[in-house]
Nanobody
């Protein structure tokens, strides 16, 4: 079984930055990777996704220009650099990895999910 281990969440003031990391527990072929988030009382939403080759990234409109997703295939790791954070970015953030497809924005295509890391942005 493969686990996705997330790190980097925490409490930050509005306008600050955080960098999330997510690494697979063992070496496997991973296709598409992505970050989702879920705030209390809201549905889980896609924040960003990245194909295996790294080009053709996709972002939610609310984070476009502030967040950057990247990956290191040699380390089976995906990152999310979050700048200019806003209180509305407060949520549990989950990484996801697919062994089925190399590029997707459909949560049903993801095989593995992280346990979630909390990001709290204070005003």
């Amino acid at each position: 079984q493969v686990q996705l281990v997330e790190s980097g969440g925490g409490l930050v003031q509005a306008g600050g930055s955080l960098r999330l990391s997510c690494a697979a527990s063992r070496s496997i072929f991973i296709g598409a990777m992505g970050w989702y988030r879920q705030a209390p009382g809201k549905q889980r939403e896609l924040v960003a996704s990245i194909p295996r080759l790294g080009t053709g990234t996709s972002y939610a409109g609310s984070v476009q220009g502030r967040f950057t997703i990247s990956r290191d295939n040699a380390k089976n790791t995906v990152y999310l650099q979050m700048n200019s954070l806003k209180p509305e970015d407060t949520a549990a953030y989950y990484c996801a990895a697919s062994i089925l497809v190399t590029d997707t924005r459909n949560p049903r295509d993801y095989t593995y999910w992280g346990q979630g890391t909390q990001v709290t942005v204070s005003s």
